[in-house]
């Protein structure tokens, strides 16, 4: 059973900066596609930046220029690097493995001042 592992979440200020990390278990990491997604209260789940096995990435317009995704391979990790935070990216944070399904628990991020 393949585990994902969501840490580096907290509160921190408009404008500031956190990186999250999606750490899994599983040896099939480095041949499969992570994404984060994002839940905010009263919303729905909404996809946020995902890279592929090769390292090809894509973003959603809201976070395009202020986050970056990137994978370490050797570490099983992915990690999402958050600048320029804003009040409406407060969220919970969901690592995926969208091939074989799999769901990480969720870290929370708050922006508030």
């Known amino acids: 059973q393949v585990q994902l592992v969501e840490s580096g979440g907290g509160l921190v200020q408009p404008g500031g900066s956190l990186r999250l990390s999606c750490a899994t278990s599983g040896s099939i990491f480095s041949i499969n596609a992570v994404a984060w997604y994002r839940q905010a209260p009263g919303k729905q789940r909404e996809f946020v930046a995902g890279?592929?096995?090769?390292?090809?990435?894509a973003y959603a317009d809201s976070v395009k220029g202020r986050f970056t995704i990137s994978r370490d391979n050797g570490k099983n990790t992915v990690y999402l690097q958050m600048n320029s935070l804003k009040s409406e990216d407060t969220a919970v944070y969901y690592c995926?493995?969208?091939?074989?399904?799999?769901w990480g628990q969720g870290t929370q991020v708050t922006v508030s001042s």
């Open positions: 890279i592929s096995d090769g390292g090809k990435t």
């Open positions: 995926t493995m969208p091939g074989p399904g799999y």
